[in-house]
Every structure is written in C-alpha cells, then in structure tokens.
C-alpha cells in the first residue's frame, strides 16, 4: 500500500449495510473499478463540489 498524501487525516466511518450496497452497486457500474474508500471520496468529492465547495488536490 502506497504512504499516505500530505495534507490528509484518516477517518473511520460506519455504513449501514444498505449504503453500502449502494456504494457496491456504483462500483461495479464504473470502468476502473475503484476501491470503496475511493468510490466514497467520489461522492463526496461531487457533493462537495455540487454545494460549492472548494476541494483539495488529493480527491482528484
């Protein structure tokens, strides 16, 4: 596993079992096959984004 990025803070999260279906079922539909901490970045990413947020280099 790659070392970690600069500028970032782990997090621990829980998902109730249909979120992460959900989470499971997007995976599956995206050509790269991204990891669930990565799909999770995604939408968050996109949420943040969608509400106006500036958002750092490392979800990108």
Known sequence: MAPPKRD???VLV???AKT???VDDLIS???DDPSR???IRRLLKATL???G???GEWVE
């Open 8 to 10: 970032t803070t782990g």
């Open 14 to 16: 829980r998902l109730h």
């Open 20 to 22: 992460l279906e959900a």
């Open 29 to 31: 539909k995206e050509a």
């Open 37 to 39: 901490p990565e799909m």
């Open 49 to 51: 984004k969608e509400k």
């Open 53 to 55: 947020y500036e958002i």
